[in-house]
């Protein structure tokens, strides 16, 4: 049995007020456009994180991230 004669026998099997229901969400879920594929990332478009953390944290080992936050705060202000 595939979905659309499994949801067609739970239909048939229930009381008027879940078939109004049911009815009412069938058609707004097709009143919402398709969705879209997402696109396609490469790995070209994704930043170098660890380039990046090697270039602001330079070979330091920091264990608590609460020490990178201090850090970037003192350094804004």
Do not use: C, H
């Not at 979905?3 to 026998?9: D, G, P, Q, T």
């Not at 997402?38 to 920091?62: E, N, S, V, W, Y």
Request: aromatic share 6%.
């Amino acid at each position: 049995m595939n979905s659309r004669e499994a949801v067609i026998e739970e239909i048939r099997t229930a009381p008027e007020p879940v078939v109004e229901e049911v009815l009412d969400f069938v058609r707004f879920l097709k009143s919402k456009p398709t969705l879209k594929q997402p696109a396609t990332i490469t790995p070209r478009a994704l930043p170098d994180f660890r380039a990046r953390q090697k270039a602001i944290f330079g070979d330091r080992i920091l264990l608590d991230s609460q020490d990178i936050l201090d850090e970037l705060r003192a350094d804004r202000l």
